[in-house]
């Protein structure tokens, strides 16, 4: 036994937990398991919505939980619990070690201890009361409403905001010993737009982490403005004719289309299931010359950024596509058990009842030497996405997005907006055709629903130029 | 705590805050599931959750929420408090009112609820699933996405007013997606999903084989010229469809101005005299069915289209009552209670005059796009317009044969889709989200090649 006194049964937030900690990963290791890690959180959300000039959902929640990992060999079992006593902690190392069918022999892994500590929480303690209250929350959302009432064909107007704050420790049986506090707000609005039997809609989603005064600082005038001008100028549009065409995507959420095209085929969950065909192409151009494309947890207030991964890895910044050229994975701790790929910070979830696995943080393809005119002036007759509604990937690659506000190019020049359209292609077709990239590279955020939960990211890319796409349409 | 023990916890600590009325809906589970790859386990998962959701309603008679996994003593306090502050927000508007239905008898029936088979025995079912599947063909080299599991749950209702209800359940699920090969050719993937009360309730063989045909089936692929074709949407495809624009028989989304539908749409005709469809939460073949909602509105079959026309919608309590009528039994428990169908059953009416019955998918020799699953319903639907855009796996029979379709997409308009309906073939399949027949459209807009 490591600890000799052990101070608490129960696992108690914002308190010294080693000893209780160190006894079950002590427990985990004794009963034969290779490696053994504890995610604990704790949360306090709140969402608040807006339609129209009334808050009409105010809702609350909070919880805590903790999941449990037992690795043996390359295999691991996942149990998630509710109960945060030394009781049920055990229980639940109990049953993922039963679940392994774990046999104990005497060749035991060596467990030295949380000797590694590494708190990130000590600045962010602060932010639950730095967070701004319900009401100043129900005030600007409906300031923001007030402000998309621009004329009598707006029909619905809505306004939502959500804060997730999580308190987590991690610790595990190579010494990792982690608190952090994570911090997100995202604040979202929608139009709906009628005039006799047209329709059009209207969204954008503003979104930041471990900055609790950006709320405050959000212009929502400016948002409105843009949320409206897109579905006054989408209302009357035409339905897009279907066909092979160039398009130019805008940047923001833009970046979508690499978020989903290839980076979820960069994943290491994608190698292990054999389902990328970028596996064994490492140091092989896959993409343009012109694509630099990269994923990160480091940019300061940025959607997808983390101090500190799931696994309590600090996250890097990994340069997956150099010149056209793939140089890395992104991989978490299984990832790098089951193929080799060293581990980038990227082991994520969404909460204690799913097991960590490899995710996109920030993502974004670098900026290029054009400017936005460039790529419209260098086309003929195509499209124009100004904004992407959201894109899936399918098991062999192919994708799709809709766009949610278009325009067709023609000699050059913007022209009718059209409605829609869906780009569709496979990842390896598309990312060599990327042919030019622009000089305005921004961020947008995101949700990113895939094997452990839904997650924060951010997607992005400047204006860039696809030389011929498939555009679904009527 | 049990639900009796955490319905008193509520009352003493709703008691100590001076709160009079109040309602939780809360749920306990326990799931196991397992993958494998390749014959080895890959991830073995357990867990337990609770959760609880309070609402409690002030002296202003305004609503306030908190959801919560802590069932602890503390943390039922907490909650009470958390809601009761958040009730200060409550929408003066759209007051939200326990349901008159929430004491009403609601319909026992069996649950079937079975005993855990346990996670040795999940694993070794799916292994010998997995390795069937790989040696029913040549082709298929890989199941990257399997599963199997089995879950166990309890959901409770109550209020202050008396209002108790609860029923637990046992459901099981398996995937097999599998994915084939062969030379310069691009990999192909399909896959099954099965569904019983317990793991002993599933067809395991039957499993392997659609999803073994389906994938091999896709393995001689071509692409489809972009134009408007015939379409036969398969059972699970029409139901997806009907699904995701399920916002045209909803009083919330049409309160929301979100819905194709309006307060006066009701005998409105939508689509051929010969289509019906039901929302039917009980029936026998749902094995997800709940005897009531998160009001503790008693489930009900519900008509939705009788013959082509818009029939009724599914309510929550309070937009029943906006509505001047009864709730529905389709709420959710929240702030805003949500609204949503439970199992779609499409069938045929006795209206069928205008049909045309030479389309039956078994035996038509004539040229149609037949859809077998439409995919990213999240990203090429747009409810509130009506639009859809959206990939799907399908064939393209012609001139006798029938040749898997190379990524595309259909297109168009759910109003032109209900009224272009030039069949409902005669049998109807179970789906796991509901019941229809294969349904033929005339005239979609199918994005290919250009």
Not at chain 2, 56 to 64: A, D, F, T
Not at chain 2, 88 to 107: C, H, Q, V, Y
Not at chain 2, 125 to 131: D, K, P, Q
Request: contains cysteine; neutral net charge.
């Amino acid at each position: 036994m490591l600890s000799s006194q052990i101070k608490s049964n129960e696992i108690v937030f914002g308190s010294c937990n080693k000893d209780l900690l160190e006894e079950i990963i002590f427990y985990g290791i004794g009963l034969g398991a290779d490696f053994v890690e504890i995610f604990i959180e704790n949360t306090d959300n709140s969402s608040v919505l807006a339609e129209e000039d009334f808050i009409t959902s105010v809702s609350p929640s909070f919880g805590r939980g903790a999941g449990i990992r037992i690795f043996k060999e390359k295999k691991d079992g996942f149990v998630s619990t509710n109960d945060l006593t030394k009781h049920g902690l055990m229980r639940s190392v109990t049953q993922a070690i039963e679940m392994l069918d774990i046999v104990v022999n005497k060749k035991r892994e060596v467990f030295d201890g949380l000797n590694k500590y590494r708190d990130y929480s000590l600045h962010k303690k602060k932010w639950i009361n730095e967070v701004p209250s319900i009401h100043e929350i129900s005030e600007k959302l409906l300031a923001s409403t007030k402000s998309l009432k621009k004329n009598n064909k707006i029909i619905t107007r809505k306004g939502s905001y959500s804060r997730n704050l999580q308190e987590v420790i991690i610790a595990s049986s190579d010494g990792t010993y982690v608190s952090d506090i994570r911090l997100h707000q995202t604040v979202g609005l929608n139009v709906i737009a009628s005039d006799a039997q047209y329709r059009s809609s209207g969204s954008r989603r503003f979104g930041s982490s471990g900055m609790p005064n950006e709320f405050r600082l959000w212009d929502h005038e400016k948002a409105a403005n843009d949320v409206f001008e897109s579905s006054m100028n989408m209302l009357y549009a035409d339905y897009v004719d279907a066909g092979q065409m160039p398009v130019v995507l805008a940047n923001k959420f833009g970046g979508v289309i690499f978020h989903e095209a290839c980076g979820h085929l960069l994943e290491t969950t994608q190698i292990e299931r054999g389902t990328t065909p970028f596996d064994n192409k490492l140091n092989e151009k896959i993409a343009h010359e012109s694509v630099t494309a990269i994923d990160e947890g480091i940019s300061e207030g940025s959607f997808g950024s983390l101090s500190v991964d799931d696994e309590g890895m600090e996250p890097e910044k990994s340069v997956l596509i150099k010149d056209g050229i793939l140089k890395k994975f992104i991989s978490d701790r299984a990832g790098e058990l089951r193929t080799g790929h060293k581990r980038t910070g990227s082991g994520r979830r969404q909460n204690y009842s799913f097991a960590a696995a490899s995710r996109m943080r920030n993502t974004y393809i670098a900026k290029g030497e054009h400017s936005k005119e460039d790529l419209i002036n260098s086309i003929s007759d195509g499209l124009y996405c100004k904004s992407m509604g959201g894109g899936s990937v399918g098991a062999t690659g192919q994708f799709n997005f809709a766009v949610e506000e278009g325009y067709l190019i023609k000699n050059g020049k913007l022209t009718n907006p059209v409605k829609g359209a869906t780009l569709i292609g496979e990842a390896k077709e598309v990312m060599p055709k990327i042919s030019m990239c622009g000089n305005d590279l921004e961020l947008a955020p995101g949700f990113c629903g895939s094997i452990s939960g839904s997650v924060n990211v951010t997607v992005g890319q400047p204006h860039i130029k696809v030389d011929s796409i498939t555009v679904g349409g009527r | 705590m049990n639900s009796k023990e955490i319905t008193t916890q509520i009352s003493e600590a709703a008691d100590s805050l001076n709160l009079k009325k109040w309602d939780y809906g809360a749920s306990f589970s326990n799931d196991y599931s397992v993958q494998v790859d390749k014959g080895e386990a890959k991830q073995l998962k357990a867990s337990q959750k609770q959760i609880l959701t309070i609402r409690v309603w002030n002296k202003s008679n305004l609503v306030g929420i908190t959801t919560t996994s802590d069932i602890s003593q503390s943390g039922i306090k907490k909650a009470l408090n958390q809601a009761n502050i958040a009730s200060d927000f409550g929408n003066k508007n759209e007051r939200t009112e326990f349901s008159p239905l929430a004491k009403d008898p609601i319909e026992v029936k069996d649950s079937k609820k079975r005993n855990p088979v346990g996670i040795k025995k999940l694993l070794t079912l799916l292994r010998e699933a997995e390795v069937k599947l790989l040696e029913s063909h040549e082709s298929i080299k890989s199941v990257p996405y399997n599963g199997l599991s089995e879950s166990f749950y309890e959901r409770v209702y109550a209020n202050s007013n008396g209002a108790f209800r609860s029923y637990s359940k046992s459901q099981a699920a398996l995937y097999l997606y599998a994915r084939a090969e062969e030379k310069n050719k691009k990999p192909r993937s399909s896959g099954s999903v099965k569904l019983g009360y317990g793991v002993d309730d599933i067809d395991i063989e039957s499993c392997i084989k659609d999803a073994s045909n389906k994938t091999i089936s896709h393995l001689n692929y071509s692409s489809i010229k972009t134009d408007k074709y015939l379409i036969c949407f398969s059972p699970e495809s029409f139901l997806t469809i009907i699904n995701a624009f399920s916002s045209m028989f909803n009083a919330r989304s049409i309160l929301d101005g979100v819905s194709l539908s309006n307060k006066n749409s009701i005998g409105e005709k939508l689509s051929t005299e010969a289509l019906n469809i039901y929302d039917d939460g009980l029936h026998e073949k749902n094995i997800s069915s709940s005897p009531f909602d998160g009001e503790g509105t008693p489930t009900k079959r519900l008509c939705l289209i009788n013959k082509g026309r818009l029939e009724n919608f599914i309510h929550s309590e309070s937009t029943a009552r906006i509505f001047k009528t009864i709730p529905t039994g389709h709420a959710g428990l929240g702030s805003k209670v949500s609204v949503s169908p439970d199992w779609i059953v499409v069938e045929k009416s006795g209206e069928t005059s205008d049909l045309k019955t030479s389309l039956d998918h078994s035996i038509f020799e004539g040229e149609f796009v037949y859809i077998e699953e439409l995919n990213a319903i999240h990203a090429g639907v747009r409810a509130s317009q009506g639009s859809f855009s959206l990939p799907f796996d399908g064939w393209l029979y012609k001139n006798g044969k029938k040749i898997s379709v190379e990524s595309a997409t259909v297109a168009g308009d759910i109003k032109y889709l209900l009224k272009n309906i030039v069949n409902i073939e005669s049998s109807q399949e179970v789906t796991t989200s509901g019941i229809s027949p294969h349904i033929w459209v005339d005239e979609l807009s199918i994005t290919g090649d250009a």
